[in-house]
C-alpha cells in the first residue's frame, strides 16, 4: 500500500515545490529592467517566430501533464490553446494566409456578390423529407470533395496554360473551402517559383510539410531552394 501512494506522494510533493519556487519568483519577474527586460522581450519573440519549438514546448507540456495525472491534463491543454492563441497571431506564422486570403477577397469583390456554385446551391434547396443530421453532414461532405475536385481540375488546366493569375484564385479558392488540400499548396508553389516569388513558394511548401511531414518533394524543393538563396 505504501508502494502504491509513493508516486502520486512525489507528484504532489514536487507540484508544491514548484508553486514555492514561482512564488518566489514572481517579484523578481515583476521587477525585470533595462538589458533583462530586452531580453525576455527577445527570447520571447524568438519562440513566437519559431511554430517548430512551439509544438515540441506542448508536447512536451503534454506529457509531463498526463504523467501528473488526469487533473493535470486541464492544465496541458490551457497551455496550448494560450500558446497557440499567441502563435496564431504571430505575423511570421500568419503573414501567408494573410496575403493569400486577402487576394482571394480582392477577387470576390471586382466580380461583384459570390457564384454560388451548383453543388451550393442544392445544398440550401429546401428538403421535402426529413434527413437525419449524420445524412446531412455526409452529403455536405461530399459535395464539397466534389467541389474542391472541380477547383483542382480548372487550376491546373489555367496552370498548365500559364494563366499563372487564374490559377492562383483558384487555388486560394480551394484552400478557402478545404485548408487540408495539398494540392492547392502544391499548385501555388509552382506558380510562384514561375514568378521567382520564393517567399511564398516556400511558405507553399512548408504547409505541404505541416501536413505531411513525410511529403519527400517538398522537402527536396524547400533543400533546393535554401541552396539557391544561400548562392544568391
Do not use: C, W
Request: net charge positive; glycine share 6%.
Amino acid at each position: 500500500m505504501a508502494f502504491t501512494l509513493l508516486p502520486p506522494i512525489l507528484i504532489v510533493a514536487g507540484l508544491v515545490a514548484t508553486l514555492v519556487v514561482l512564488i518566489r519568483r514572481v517579484p523578481q519577474t515583476a521587477s525585470l529592467k533595462g538589458q533583462e527586460l530586452v531580453k525576455a522581450q527577445k527570447a520571447l519573440e524568438d519562440l513566437e517566430a519559431n511554430p517548430t519549438r512551439f509544438r515540441r514546448v506542448l508536447r512536451s507540456v503534454g506529457r509531463l501533464a498526463k504523467l501528473a495525472g488526469t487533473g493535470l491534463k486541464n492544465v496541458g491543454s490551457f497551455l496550448g490553446e494560450k500558446v497557440f492563441k499567441k502563435l496564431a497571431s504571430s505575423q511570421a506564422v500568419t503573414g501567408f494566409f494573410t496575403r493569400l486570403f486577402a487576394r482571394l477577397h480582392r477577387t470576390r469583390t471586382q466580380q461583384g456578390a459570390p457564384t454560388v456554385v451548383a453543388s451550393q446551391a442544392a445544398s440550401q434547396q429546401v428538403v421535402s423529407q426529413p434527413q437525419t443530421k449524420a445524412v446531412e453532414e455526409t452529403k455536405k461532405e461530399h459535395e464539397q470533395a466534389m467541389e474542391v475536385a472541380r477547383l483542382e481540375k480548372e487550376a491546373r488546366h489555367e496552370l498548365l496554360m500559364n494563366n499563372l493569375s487564374a490559377a492562383e484564385k483558384l487555388y486560394i479558392e480551394m484552400i478557402a473551402r478545404d485548408p487540408k488540400a495539398i494540392g492547392a499548396y502544391r499548385g501555388l508553389a509552382e506558380i510562384y517559383e514561375k514568378q521567382g516569388n520564393h517567399r511564398d513558394m516556400k511558405a507553399s511548401l512548408e504547409q505541404i510539410l505541416v501536413l505531411d511531414k513525410h511529403n519527400l518533394e517538398a522537402k527536396k524543393q524547400l533543400e533546393k531552394l535554401a541552396q539557391a538563396e544561400a548562392v544568391a
